[in-house]
């Protein structure tokens, strides 16, 4: 597509609920990212992938959270048994190599 | 480790004024730097990259940056800004040309008076 795709653009959540957070990288992008912005912060790095595999994982706060990528394209970042704190915006961005990222228009999670 | 500092939580200015966002960063290779703007509600666009050569560097909208090595600086200017250039604006700072992880600084949110 012409642009990085993250669905749903909105999501409400009980406490406790698993979610789901999709993100459609641009075609031919083989890096994609996953960033949290919480309300009137900066973005938190959660995790990188290169192709499929994700060499750094380093970010992600906790074991509820965890991300794959299939067919070097679409990833899922999950996130198990939602926390109020899981509440931001999640961000998607994928690049190619030299060009900087580009991000797509986040989800925006609240955990009630 | 990398790190990034926006000093200025909150700039406002006038219509037509001159801007300058300031941004520095910790890092102990060559840096490859970043500029983002972010809308309310929306995600983060692009406004200019440095990653070698010429230290003053062009974006889109009319900004450029200045990468001061010296400083470890690289700050945003714009001659004049309007309206329409009110936002977040985020620095950040990657280990080579967007591989790898970037890490941002917290952002400076510009409001703009008529």
């Known amino acids: 597509g012409a642009g990085v795709s993250q669905s749903p653009s909105n999501k409400v959540t009980e406490k406790g609920k698993d979610v789901e957070l999709r993100c459609d990288p641009i075609s031919g992008h083989t890096a994609l990212y996953w960033y949290r912005q919480s309300l009137g912060q900066g973005l938190e790095f959660l995790i990188y992938?290169?192709?499929?595999?994700?060499?750094?994982k380093s970010g992600l706060p906790s074991d509820r959270f965890s991300a794959e990528r299939t067919g070097g394209s679409v990833s899922t970042l999950t996130i198990q048994r939602t926390q109020q704190e899981d509440s931001a915006v999640y961000l998607c961005a994928s690049s190619r190599l030299g060009y900087g990222y580009t991000f797509g228009s986040g989800t925006r999670l609240t955990v009630v | 480790a990398q790190s990034v500092t926006q000093p200025d939580i909150h700039i406002t200015v006038s219509e037509g004024a001159s801007l300058e966002l300031r941004c520095n960063y910790s890092y102990g290779a060559t840096p490859y730097l970043f500029w983002y703007v972010q809308s309310p509600g929306q995600g983060l666009q692009l406004l200019l990259k440095y990653f070698s050569g010429d230290t003053l560097v062009q974006g889109i909208k009319g900004f450029e940056a200045e990468f001061k090595r010296s400083q470890s600086s690289f700050n945003l200017r714009k001659p004049s800004v309007h309206w329409s250039d009110a936002a977040e604006y985020f620095c950040a700072v990657g280990e080579n040309q967007g591989a790898q992880k970037l890490v941002f600084g917290q952002g400076t949110r510009l409001t703009i008076n008529p």
């Open positions: 992938f290169q192709g499929n595999s994700a060499p750094d």
